[in-house]
């Protein structure tokens, strides 16, 4: 009988569901429970932790990963998907995506369905989030309802592959980590901005920071080659889509052990517009004033200290050392991914079943 007990265990999906509530929506704590019933109707099982302060999502990773968990759902934006993939980082848990975030930048990349706020029609449904906080009841919510189920699938039915990251000063990203004026911006987007406008919270504020914020001298170094720029921004990609909405790291592999380092040249806010401008075209490789890399390690000294995020939350300033940990990273995917993402040397055995 015990052995009967442990092959079922063995059979058994232990997954740990971790959400981040801070985005106010109480309706998507209600949705989850049907997604803990829709795993679970698959042999999976699963349990729910929420978080109540910053940072917690790592803690409680960490303690699925010790608990025996073989895959750990993170449930919220790009800034919970990263606290939770800082815990399994160089383990061979998985980690599984519920994209209810400000923004879902690397569940679209992924081709994962995601609650997108750039499309007509979000906030309506977060007026209705809103209106569900007030009176402490759910209300019929079938767009959450749907995306979750969606994102849920996946779980069941995509794939497991690993997947570089890169790494600064002990924290590791899966998307990018930008100096200078986006880090700015990020710092100047309250909570309240970023519930009320989702992404064009961040678009706003970077129309009223560009015309402003100047260029400083910055020496780079790119795998020992030696570069002295003037600068307002610099990103560092390891994927290609930038804030769920353009590529900028459009060459970027997720498997290639490499980071794609695009420096944009110039001031005022006619430059910013058409960075942007080029950036939307795909022209961006061809403009004098942007200089793209890619390159294992980067390390950034500025005359005057630049702010640094990772994945879209404040973290650091320069000077910083920012380099790859190649296929350190397990992550459940859909079948179908978009095949530039993935570099072809990539040995497709070590993709598997989650």
Not at 83 to 105: F, K, M, R, S
Not at 321 to 336: A, D, G, Q
Request: proline letters at 5%; glycine letters at 8%; aromatic letters at 6%.
């Amino acid at each position: 009988m015990n052995r009967e007990n442990q092959d079922k265990n063995e059979k058994t999906m232990q997954a740990e569901l971790i959400y981040n509530p801070s985005g106010g929506q109480v309706i998507v704590r209600h949705e989850l429970g049907n997604v803990v019933s829709f795993l679970e109707r698959y042999g999976w099982s699963v349990t729910l932790r929420e978080t109540s302060k910053p940072s917690e999502a790592t803690k409680l990773a960490h303690h699925a990963v010790n608990k025996g968990a073989r895959v750990v759902i993170a449930a919220g934006g790009d800034g919970t998907v990263n606290e939770v993939a800082n815990a399994l980082v160089g383990t061979d848990v998985a980690l599984g995506i519920l994209p209810v975030g400000t923004t879902n930048t690397w569940a679209l990349q992924m081709g994962i369905p995601a609650l997108n706020p750039m499309l007509p029609g979000i906030q309506a449904v977060k007026l209705i989030a809103a209106l569900e906080e007030k009176i402490a009841r759910p209300l019929p919510a079938s767009y959450y309802r749907k995306v979750l189920l969606n994102a849920a699938r996946v779980l069941i039915e995509g794939k497991t592959v690993p997947v570089d990251v890169g790494e600064l000063s002990g924290r590791y990203f899966l998307i990018s980590a930008g100096i200078g004026l986006e880090a700015t911006i990020v710092e100047s987007v309250s909570l309240k901005e970023k519930r009320a406008l989702g992404s064009w919270a961040y678009v706003l504020t970077a129309l009223g920071s560009a015309y402003r914020y100047p260029s400083t001298k910055v020496c780079l170094n790119l795998d020992g080659k030696v570069l002295n720029v003037s600068t307002p921004l610099i990103v560092v990609s390891n994927i290609q889509l930038y804030g769920g909405m353009v590529a900028i790291g459009a060459k970027a592999c997720v498997n290639d052990a490499k980071l794609d380092v695009c420096i944009f040249k110039g001031d005022g806010f006619f430059t910013f517009a058409q960075h942007a401008m080029k950036i939307l075209s795909h022209r961006h490789f061809k403009d004098p004033n942007v200089e793209y890399y890619q390159c294992h390690k980067i390390v950034v000294e500025s005359e005057r200290s630049l702010p640094v995020h990772v994945d879209g939350e404040p973290f650091t300033r320069t000077p910083v050392t920012i380099h790859t940990v190649p296929l350190s990273l397990k992550v459940i995917v859909p079948k179908i991914v978009p095949t530039n993402l993935f570099s072809s040397a990539t040995d497709s055995s070590r993709q598997q079943k989650p």
